[in-house]
Nanobody, 123 residues
Framework: QVQLVESGGGLVQAGGSLRLSCAAS????????MGWFRQAPGQGREFVAA????????YYADALNSQFTISSERAKNRVYLQMNSLKPEGTAVYYC????????????????WGQGSKVTVAS
């Protein structure tokens, strides 16, 4: 029903910034809460940030060293993740996800997932 495609990943120096983008297609984009997760090699998928379907409410993980800001442009079916002060621990594949029910931090709550965008933070 919903297809998600992430972009904007790449190589960045420690302390630098990167902006990820998620483009959605299919059913009405505004029907879903959106989230960002990340997964490092050998690690579980970790919650990063989420934004309500209206774009008015945001929710962030409290254990991250980096500074993140999630935002959306609903009319363009896009969600963004601005990552500042990136550290090597931020190296991971970052995933965009859509949740039809709630804004939250649990992987199982999300209904649709993108294929991920790889971010490498060089030390």
């Amino acid at each position: 029903q919903v297809q998600l495609v992430e972009s904007g990943g790449g190589l960045v120096q420690a302390g630098g910034s990167l902006r990820l983008s998620c483009a959605a297609s299919g059913r009405t984009f505004s029907s879903y809460h959106m989230g960002w997760f990340r997964q490092a090699p050998g690690q579980g998928r970790e919650f990063v940030a989420a934004i309500s379907r209206s774009g008015d409410n945001t929710y962030y993980a409290d254990a991250l060293n980096s500074q993140f800001t999630i935002s959306s442009e609903r009319a363009k079916n896009r969600v963004y993740l601005q990552m500042n002060s990136l550290k090597p621990e931020g190296t991971a594949v970052y995933y965009c996800a859509a949740d039809a029910f709630r804004i939250g931090d649990r992987t199982r709550s999300y209904d649709y997932w993108g294929q991920g965008s790889k971010v490498t933070v060089a030390s």
